[in-house]
Every structure is written in C-alpha cells, then in structure tokens.
C-alpha cells in the first residue's frame, strides 16, 4: 500500500492544491507541500503531452533545490472539452463560459504524474470522462457565486457543490478531483 511504500521516505508534494494535499491526507501519506513556479502555457496541442511535460517540469524544478532523497510528486490536471483546454477561469465571465460549455456533454479530465526519485524520473498520465446534467443560467450564476470555481481547472470541483451537476462519471474520480491515486499506486511500485 501506498502509506506503506512511503513510510520511511522524505515526501515532497510539488503542488499547492488543497485538494491534492487532501487525497494525500486520505491515503496517509504526510508531505511537504513545495509548490513548483513553471509557466503553464499550452505548447502542446495533445493533451496527454501537455499534463505529461508540466508535471515533469514542475517535479524538475523542485529536484533543483532538494537533495535526490526527496521523493518529489508533482502533477498537472486540465479540462479537455471540444479539442480545447479549460485551465483555471481568470474571472468570472470566462467561468460561465467554461460551464456553458460543458453543460449537458461530456468532456475528460486529464492528469499528468510525475515522481523524481534518487536519479530517476518517470512520468504517466489518467484519462477520465465526466458527464454534466443540463446547467441553466441561474445554476451557472449560483455556482459561481460559490467561488469554487475560481481555483479549479474547466471551473468545476466534483468534491463540493460542483457534484450537483456531474450525470457520470467514467474512470477515476481522484483523477477528477486533480490526483489519480490508482495510477500514483502503479508508479510508486515501478520507480521504488
């Protein structure tokens, strides 16, 4: 098990995100939150390479001020709708343009991992499809009323009030909420 794998390792999560300080919580996992300061642009039309190629930066750079006895985990996680990213909303008219998008269809969220160990890297990706229920304007101007959406990749968070709208789920719902714990699972056993 994952707490187990780590019991004896110098953790540092590469990330500032409450909620993937929260899924490590969960899977008792204790680590030092080091946020990584990388451009975030979109130099990669393909998803998969965009979450793949930030989460690698984002664990090299924290690699470049700790010693190789840290075991980094960084991660990357957008929203993937019509052939276009969703990224955080910078405000809130691009947030309700985010959720009129995705209301009554379907999109994926994607998550790229990233753990730098001693002298190895190694770097994955979870795919997950979600569905939303028809959202009507006032929905969408109550949501956003909530802040919530604010911080949150596609302007949706599917642990809080943001679960009201989501039809299904199909893969990872950790992956939904920007960590795929099966996944860090697989990779831990790989690299340690």
Do not use: W
């Not at 979450?51 to 001020?65: P, Q, S």
Request: aromatic share 12%; proline share 3%.
């Amino acid at each position: 098990m994952i707490h187990n794998f780590l019991k004896d390792k110098q953790v540092i999560l590469a990330s500032a995100s409450p909620r993937r300080k929260e899924i490590f919580k969960l899977i008792g996992v204790k680590a030092l939150q080091m946020p990584s300061h990388i451009d975030e642009d979109i130099i990669y039309d393909n998803p998969i390479k965009l979450v793949k190629f930030h989460a690698e930066n984002k664990a090299k750079e924290i690699r470049k001020k700790v010693d190789n006895d840290y075991l980094i985990v960084a991660a990357d996680t957008i929203v993937y709708h019509d052939k276009k990213v969703l990224f955080k909303p910078s405000n809130v008219h691009q947030a309700a343009e985010f959720l009129t998008q995705l209301s009554d269809a379907s999109h994926y969220v994607y998550t790229g991992v990233a753990i730098a160990y001693k002298n190895n890297l190694i770097s994955d990706y979870e795919k997950t499809r979600v569905e939303f229920n028809p959202l009507t304007a006032l929905e969408i101007e109550e949501y956003i009323k909530t802040k919530e959406s604010m911080d949150k990749a596609g302007a949706y968070g599917i642990q809080g009030y943001g679960s009201q709208f989501i039809r299904r789920v199909s893969g990872c719902y950790f992956n939904v909420m920007g960590f795929p714990v099966s996944l860090f699972y697989n990779m831990l056993k790989r690299i340690l």
